[in-house]
């Protein structure tokens, strides 16, 4: 069964309460939050003090995906505001390796996103030490996109590199997933699906998470 993260970005900022208890009642595994810096993406979201206030409300892990240049800067300020899980972008990093031992070191699952440009060989060197591999389906950047198709491929090449080194990294996918293709992405070796406006645009955001889990 895979696990389920709805990503707040896509949820009515003017009451994340509601959407923090949605999620705690819910099937959902973890909250995935989305940090932008202008710099990296084309956009800004929100950031620590966001974190740190939906911290003590929610019952689910923090699931952290950093979408901003140097992450290495915030690592330590994301682990005070309550990350559980911090994924940083390959794209954004010189020193792969040392921020992923930065975010170890800390007591956290370390994750590396990869944008769709960015081959899955590209991390093939370090995929030992890589708890969560983030493979983005869409530009990072915006919720409500268009799934690229290609991706399918990327996760059955990312399912082969971890499964012949015998690592436990798991496969999470970001970006345009839906009831339609979460099926699609689980056969094809994904284990966690990020989903924003399908979640928490659904008519009944607590069964669509359900039913995303399959
Ligand atoms: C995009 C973010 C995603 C986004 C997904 O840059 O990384 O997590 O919230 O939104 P949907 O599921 O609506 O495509
Ligand atoms: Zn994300």
């Not at 909250?31 to 810096?37: P, Q, S, T, V, Y």
């Not at 699931?63 to 005070?80: G, K, N």
Request: proline share 5%; net charge negative; charged share 15%.
């Amino acid at each position: 069964m895979p696990l389920i993260a709805p990503s707040l970005l896509a949820a009515n900022f003017l009451n994340l309460q509601s959407a923090v208890s949605l999620v705690n009642d819910s099937a959902a595994d973890w909250l995935h939050l989305d940090i932008m810096d202008g710099r990296f993406v084309p956009n800004i979201s929100f950031g620590l003090p966001v974190v740190s206030a939906l911290k003590p409300a929610c019952t689910k892990p923090f699931d952290v995906h950093l979408m901003i240049e140097e992450p290495e800067r915030f690592v330590s300020a994301f682990h005070q505001a309550g990350a559980d899980i911090i994924t940083v972008h390959y794209e954004a990093c010189r020193h792969l390796h040392r921020n992923l031992e930065q975010i170890k070191s800390l007591g956290l699952k370390a994750g590396v996103a990869i944008n769709p440009h960015t081959p899955v060989a590209a991390i093939a060197e370090v995929i030992e030490h890589i708890d969560l591999l983030l493979i983005m389906s869409v530009n990072p950047g915006f919720g409500g996109q268009k799934f690229i198709e290609h991706t399918y491929q990327k996760i059955s090449t990312a399912r082969q590199l971890i499964d012949a080194r015998g690592a436990t990294t798991l496969i999470e996918v970001d970006g345009g997933v839906t009831l339609a293709n979460a099926p699609l992405l689980i056969a094809a070796g994904a284990n966690v699906l990020v989903a924003g406006n399908t979640v928490f645009s659904a008519a009944n955001a607590m069964q669509t998470i359900a039913a995303l889990k399959g």
